[in-house]
């Protein structure tokens, strides 16, 4: 296809992030998603909103709060220095942490519908069969929610893959760092390479397109949760 | 009858809960104590909180108050509640509750495996022989009707070797003829694996067929409560359950008439004529005499149609002082036989406590 070394550079960077991105969020998107799900809190409403706040904010606005926030005189910032892991800004963790946030509702409500679909009616039937509740969770839960499940690890994935404004806020276009495809395509138009930029524009057209048809053939199969938001 | 034994030990469940749903608050307050043998029914109209009670005695309900004990084992207290997870139950809900990802077998294994005691294979045929569910092993939940998913769900109640069966109108949601398909399993299954069974019910047909001890619910209140002859031969049944009032008695089979399609029945030295339904000889059966089918007469009454006529004695007289009827007790050899006549009956015949009486029985339900 005639892709330069940086091409593929950004390509394997942008695939790594999203797949780190993914694994963590459903690891940390899940028990949120659950207690979303079944909380009877007044903190439900709160926790709904802020989860469901990058849909909204421009991705300009929520990158310059972390960028302030990892910075040198913000709280992560002075935890990692502590830690001794340096500054985040403009590395690849930087923008693993700045994903996170912003994919965190594209995998949150996915698992959150399937979980409400599931309702509390197999949860207990579960319990009256000595089933404790990570019993449940990895034995109930985890399989009748799977098709939320895999929506929620799709639409993570590809959304991931397909920001920018947040990673040209705290990333930047640092090659193998922070470089990732869609920061490589704005860098080819730049320069006028256009047939570059027409290159790996048409791959992510199709990696796109394919993430979809896979989710709604999901969905029309009636395996996977409704996803309804999205912009 | 079942007679409770002394050293068996008791379920006492002394609860109170109140639950809201919008600007509804309805209150469950509870006192009761029964043996844990047998069947013990709870009946009761919809929204009496028969559910309730079953979902606070497994733990599903979380604002419960009391004591509940369950022979030597507490499981709520002032100081403790148990979680569900470890309370030894077996429950089956109204709408089964199957696991859609797991065929038939994988339900029943979700029990084995967590049953705290071994399932032994032997004991796994046994339930699934018992209600008949061998050739559905590799079905989904949706792939059975009503009443196979029942005894799916009531098979994998069992299989967790539970300390006592819980069933809230398991046949509720089945129409009559699946009601007929699961009710003989259910009937079986006590005599068979010997397991306590709590059994919710608003249908008193079912309740008794089944039941040995009755607890009726009334808004949430123990209206009354005791053996199911001891409760369906009381004055004080619900206003809705009055039209029930009955004896319900045991009888064994003990002489056929080919000639007129009859067998005889005795109990307590009495006898009593059945239609004949292919009962063994020797087979004892439960029998049910709805108060108002049982009339009383003076005099042995020979000529007349009614072919089930025992003389006794007039135990007592309860007079609905409200409505035209009244409830006579009549003492037969050893047991008591309940008809319900009109109050103008009574006055009529001079009927009072101690006289003696035939009592002519219409008609008799043969409960199994």
């Keep these: ?55 909204v904010l421009p991705p300009t606005v929520l990158g310059f709060y972390l960028l302030i926030a990892m910075g040198p005189n913000g709280p992560i910032g002075q935890l990692t220095e502590q830690l001794g892991v340096g500054l985040l800004p403009f590395t690849f963790w930087g923008l693993v942490i700045g994903s996170l946030f912003y994919s965190l509702p594209f995998v949150v409500q996915p698992i959150q519908n399937a979980v409400e679909a599931i309702g509390q009616k197999p949860l207990e039937a579960a319990a009256t069969l000595h089933s404790q509740p990570m019993d449940t969770f990895f034995h109930v839960i985890v399989p009748l929610a799977k098709p939320g499940f895999i929506s929620a690890a799709i639409l993570g994935f590809a959304h991931t893959v397909g920001e920018f404004g947040i990673v040209l806020m705290i990333g930047g276009n640092i090659p193998m760092e922070t470089k990732v495809v869609s920061i490589q395509i704005y860098d080819q138009v730049e320069a006028l390479e256009y047939a570059g930029a027409h290159r790996l524009s048409a791959i992510m057209l199709g990696f796109s397109f394919i993430a979809l048809l896979l989710l709604y053939s999901f969905q029309k199969r009636g395996l996977a949760t409704k996803f309804r938001i999205g912009r | ?53 079953l979902r606070c005695i497994a733990g599903l309900e979380k604002s419960v108050k009391g004591l509940l004990e369950i022979g030597e084992t507490t499981w709520l207290d002032d100081k403790r509640c148990v979680p569900t997870y470890e309370r030894e139950i077996g429950y089956v809900f109204q709408d089964a509750r199957l696991f859609d990802h797991l065929n038939v077998h994988g339900n ?55 300390k006592m ?38 249908s008193t047909d079912e309740v008794c067929r089944l039941a040995d001890h009755v607890i009726v619910l009334h808004q949430g209140k123990v209206v009354i409560q005791g053996s199911i ?31 007129w399609h009859l067998v005889k029945a005795e109990f307590d030295g009495n006898v009593i004529w059945l239609q004949d339904h292919n009962q063994f000889i020797g087979r004892t ?73 035939w009592t002519q029985i219409k008609s008799v339900a043969i409960l199994g």
């Design chain 2, 165 to 202: 069966l819980i069933m809230d109108e398991p046949l509720a949601s089945l129409d009559n003829a699946r009601k007929q398909e699961v009710l003989p399993y259910l009937a079986a299954l006590q005599n068979k694996f010997n397991v306590p069974m709590l059994y919710v019910s608003h």
């Design chain 2, 229 to 259: 002859n001891e409760v369906f031969s009381s004055t004080q049944l619900p206003h809705v359950y009055q039209q029930e009032t009955s004896t319900i008695i045991q009888a064994k089979i003990i002489e056929r008439d080919e000639r």
């Design chain 1, 1 to 55: 296809m005639g892709l330069t070394d940086s091409d593929i550079n950004a390509i394997w960077l942008t695939i790594k992030l999203a797949f780190t991105v993914t694994i963590i969020l459903l690891i940390i998107g899940t028990p949120i998603a659950i207690w979303l799900a079944k909380t009877k809190s007044w903190l439900r409403g709160p926790i709904n909103a802020i989860v469901a706040l990058p849909l």
């Design chain 2, 108 to 162: 029943l294994q979700f029990a084995v495996k967590r049953s705290h005691e071994t399932v032994k294979k032997a004991f796994f045929e046994e339930v699934v022989g018992a209600l008949d569910i061998g050739h559905l092993m590799q079905h989904k939940p949706d792939q059975l009707s009503g009443g196979e998913k029942q005894r799916v769900a009531i098979a994998r109640a069992l299989l967790i070797k539970p």
């Design chain 2, 1 to 53: 009858m079942t007679k409770v034994n002394s050293k068996s030990s008791n379920i006492v469940a002394n609860l109170h809960t109140s639950l809201r749903s919008g600007s509804q608050v309805f209150e469950l307050e509870v006192k009761s104590k029964f043996p844990s043998t047998g069947i013990t029914a709870i009946l009761g109209e919809s929204g009496s909180g028969k559910t309730t009670l």
């Design chain 2, 285 to 357: 059966v439960r029998l049910r005499i709805i108060a108002s089918d049982v009339s009383l007469s003076l005099k042995d009454e020979k000529e007349s149609t009614i072919l089930n006529r025992l003389e006794g004695r007039i135990a007592s007289i309860q007079i609905d002082s409200r409505g035209a009827t009244a409830l006579v007790t009549i003492d037969l050899m050893n047991t008591e036989v309940v008809a319900q006549v009109t109050r103008k009956s009574i006055d009529d015949l001079f009927l009072m406590v101690g006289m003696k009486i």
